[in-house]
């Protein structure tokens, strides 16, 4: 450190041993310097102080404190200047010298936008049009950080962040807590005990009533951490230079950092278009003139100069400092991290391959419960099958429960057969085709109750297929809506050709058509003994019209058996089977083209919860990467 300590004397003395001068500041420090500021520049670009507080300077001021001049002169740019609240959003100021002969470039970023230029003269421009984006145009202010990455040969490198002036009071079209507002967000940076509080104070007021350096106090009361900067030093009044070597010397509020007096370009030597080069020539002319002010130079109290190297001195110690601490604090925040997500409900992994994977897998696991669902499997409370044999049974009764009207009806049309429906025919003799018209208009009744029954079966499937969904989509919307949607849509289609089949079947009955042998077969089951069963080589006793009842019953027993079993076999193949295939085969197919971050959104608080933890680790884990080289 003592060589550094030399280094840095070195420049503070240049004025006196006439170094040659490349621009405004020199540069054989940046290979010490540099490497403490970068990484900690790359910590607050991953966004680490979500985490913990870096090492930073903040720089603050009452309005028209000169705070926008000092900036100016450190970064060689024209910053936004005029009455009122000029700085409106938070302005981190990252400096970075290069060889002479860099071409200047500048990055300005925040939020998601990000513009980059090679033209000094548009830096005002641009931090005009993202305090106007973020706090909109007018005079309101934000606490989103924009920041303004400068390159160039003739800064020091440095990274400060610099803060909205403090008013007391509102003017036009101002909020009446403007104050307030503005103080909360100065107090958000400057009350960290790693920020360095510059405090930007003028000559030409009372130092014990500057707004900025009573908020300095407060958070920092011995002022270890608080380095002020007098400004206007010409604008004193005369008699008053006492005074301000009295604060200089700190025998006023003593700061352990102390104080340096500088003097910027006022506001006729920018309309000259005096150069920030040759203000700096100009203003170590005037400390080395001035009667009272020339023993600081010596002292390395004063000029623009003095203040780059002291704060890039100090920025620097205090990483340096610091570094140890975070990496402890990392460690820590890492372990508690890692348990606290071990305890969380899995989700979608950060990493893109990953994510696929687990969407893959996911998918698979919805498809494997459809399928041990459609199996017969109880995979939840509610047993389906237990359902659907409980409709069956009630569609078996119902058909059971039609046999006394169908006999009855046929017995009636047997014994008014001669008064109502006997035709040329002689006496004796009747007409099948009555018997069989009869047969048809009654089995055509059971259509109602059939399709009644695929609707009730319909919504218990579709319930059980929504209930899959809801557990395996919980915590992801988007992908229970599409399956939701799909169930629905494949269940309309299903029932519908499942309705088409049922008419098909109930035409079919149209036909009174079986087997003989196995009309044989019930009708003896039914209604003979051993001794006079009936076949196709002896059935001359069935010739009777007063059979008929009992024929007709017998094959009406076996319409009853066949409808019995075949609606629901049609209705379980197609609506519970080939649409469980098809909705399979649909949720696969998302795999195809689908944006897997989108699909896998959580809106749960366990799924914001553990993303949280997650991009908090993903942090932190590469934040002690970046610090490995340092500790």
């Keep these: 450190m003592e060589s550094e300590q030399s280094s840095y004397e070195d420049i503070a003395h240049d004025g006196q041993n006439s170094k040659p001068m490349e621009g405004v500041f020199h540069s054989h420090l940046k290979e010490r310097v540099r490497p403490y500021i970068d990484v900690i520049d790359s910590l607050r670009l991953i966004g680490i102080e979500e985490d913990l507080a870096l090492p930073t300077i903040a720089v603050i001021g009452d309005q028209s404190s000169g705070k926008s001049s000092v900036l100016e002169v450190l970064s060689g740019v024209a910053l936004p200047r005029g009455s009122g609240i000029v700085t409106r959003c938070p302005l981190e100021l990252k400096l970075r010298k290069v060889k002479f002969g860099v071409q ?27 305090q106007n984006d973020l706090a909109g145009d007018g005079v309101g202010i934000c606490d989103e950080l924009i920041t303004l990455e400068i390159t160039a040969p003739d800064v020091c490198d440095l990274t400060l962040i610099d803060l909205p002036g403090i008013a007391r009071v509102p003017i036009k079209d101002q909020p009446e807590d403007i104050g307030h507002q ?57 008699g008053t230079e006492k005074n301000i070597m009295d604060i200089i010397r700190n025998q006023v509020i003593p700061l352990s950092k102390g104080y340096i007096i500088v003097k910027c370009r006022s506001q006729k030597q920018i309309d000259d278009k005096i150069s920030l080069t040759e203000a700096t020539r100009v203003e170590r002319e005037f400390f080395r003139r001035h009667e009272y002010f020339s023993c600081l130079l010596s002292e390395e109290k004063a000029t623009i100069q003095c203040l780059a190297t002291k ?47 687990f969407f893959i897998v996911t998918l698979t696991k919805f498809n494997d419960k459809i399928n041990r669902l459609t199996s017969g499997e109880v995979i939840n409370n509610d047993n389906m099958f237990a359902n659907l044999r409980s409709e069956f049974r009630k569609w078996k009764e119902h058909l059971d429960n039609t046999k ?52 009730v079966i319909r919504e218990t499937i579709q319930q059980q297929f929504s209930d899959v969904s809801k557990t395996c989509f919980l915590h992801y919307p988007y992908l229970h809506s599409v399956a939701m949607n799909k169930i629905g849509n494949i269940q309309s289609k299903q029932e519908a050709k499942v309705k088409t089949r049922l008419m098909e079947q109930f035409e079919m009955e149209q036909l009174v058509y079986t087997q003989d042998g196995i009309y044989f077969k019930t009708l003896n089951e039914i209604h003979l003994p051993e001794e006079q069963k009936a076949s196709e080589e002896n059935f001359a006793g069935f010739d009777s019209r007063s059979k008929y009842p009992e024929m007709l019953q017998a094959y009406y027993e076996i319409v009853v058996q066949r409808l019995a079993d075949q609606v629901p076999m049609l209705i379980r193949y197609f609506m519970l089977k080939e649409s469980a295939q098809l909705l399979c085969s649909e949720m696969l197919g998302l795999m195809d083209g689908a ?34 080289n340092f500790v």
């Design 104 to 130: 200047w470039k500048a990055v300005i970023s925040y939020r998601d936008k990000c513009d980059k230029f090679t033209d000094p003269s548009e830096v005002e421009g641009y931090v005009k049009q993202a």
């Design 182 to 238: 503005i103080k909360k967000l100065i107090l958000s940076y400057i009350e960290k005990d790693q920020t360095i509080n510059l405090v930007v104070v003028p000559c030409n007021v009372d130092i014990a009533t500057t707004e900025a350096l009573k908020m300095a106090q407060e958070v920092d009361p011995e002022g270890k951490r608080t380095l002020a900067i007098l400004t206007k030093p010409d604008l004193i009044d005369k």
């Design 311 to 357: 704060l890039t001195q100090d920025l620097v110690d205090h990483i340096k400092q610091s570094l140890p601490l975070i990496s402890e604090e990392l460690k820590k925040q890492l372990w508690s991290c890692r348990k606290e997500l071990s305890q969380c409900e899995a989700g979608p992994p950060l990493d893109p391959q990953k994510r696929k994977t």
């Design 404 to 455: 006394a009207s169908f006999h009855k009806t046929v017995q009636e049309v047997v014994n008014e057969y001669n008064v109502k429906h006997r035709g040329r025919e002689l006496p004796g003799f009747s007409d099948y085709k009555l018997f069989e018209m009869v047969v048809q208009n009654l089995v055509i009744q059971l259509t109602g109750p059939a399709i009644d029954t695929l609707r």
């Design 595 to 628: 944006n897997v971050a989108d699909v896998l959104r959580e809106e749960s608080n366990i799924g914001r919860h553990r993303i949280e933890l997650q991009n908090r680790l993903e942090r932190l884990t590469v934040a002690q990467g970046k610090l490995s």
